[in-house]
C-alpha cells in the first residue's frame, strides 16, 4: 500500500507564516508623500496535508473603519515543490480578476521570504512584485513590496507590519 510522504523542513520553514495576525499597512501611493495608513488582519494556517499555507489577508479601506463598506481581500495558496527546489503558489486579490503565480525562497537562517508575484497589470501590461518578509521575532513579521521596473528599478507600494494575536 502507498504511505503519503509526510511534511518536511521546508514546510515547517513555511510554517513560520502560519497564526493569526493584527496588521498595520502603509500603501505609498505617490513618492515623496507620507504613506497611508490602514489597518488590517492576515490569517494563515498550513493546510492540505501540512503541505501548503493557506493564507487570508484584508485590509480596511473605508476612513469609518467598517470593513463592510470597503475592503481589500487577498488569498494564497503556497507550498514547496521539491522538484523545482522552490516555493510556489498562486495569489488573488480584490483589486483584480487575475491569478497571480509566485516564486519564493527563504534566507540561510530562515529569518528572510522573499516571494516574486507575476500577473497582469491593470491595462494588461506585465507586473512584477517583489515582497521581502523580515522576521523581527517570533510575533512579529514586516513584509516590503517593491513594484519592479522593466528595467529592474524597484520602488516601495507597501509595508505590513504584522504582530501575532495567536
Do not use: C
Not at 109 to 129: A, C, F, K, Q
Amino acid at each position: 500500500m502507498y504511505e503519503f510522504p509526510k511534511p518536511g523542513p521546508e514546510q515547517e520553514r513555511l510554517s513560520k507564516l502560519a497564526g493569526e495576525w493584527k496588521s498595520e499597512v502603509k500603501f505609498y501611493v505617490e513618492p515623496g508623500a507620507p504613506p497611508m495608513v490602514k489597518p488590517g488582519a492576515h490569517s494563515a494556517r498550513m493546510d492540505v496535508g501540512g503541505y501548503f499555507l493557506l493564507r487570508e489577508f484584508r485590509v480596511d479601506l473605508d476612513d469609518a473603519g467598517d470593513f463592510k463598506a470597503l475592503a481589500f481581500d487577498g488569498r494564497g495558496l503556497t507550498g514547496y515543490d521539491p522538484f523545482q527546489r522552490k516555493y510556489i503558489g498562486v495569489w488573488v486579490d480584490s483589486g483584480s480578476p487575475a491569478l497571480y503565480q509566485t516564486e519564493a525562497s527563504f534566507d540561510a537562517l530562515g529569518d528572510v521570504y522573499t516571494e516574486t508575484s507575476r500577473g497582469p497589470g491593470p491595462s494588461g501590461e506585465p507586473l512584477v512584485i517583489r515582497m521581502v518578509t523580515t522576521f523581527r521575532a517570533r510575533d512579529e513579521m514586516v513584509l516590503e513590496m517593491f513594484r519592479v521596473g522593466e528595467d529592474g528599478s524597484e520602488t516601495l507600494v507597501t509595508e505590513i507590519r504584522n504582530v501575532r494575536v495567536s
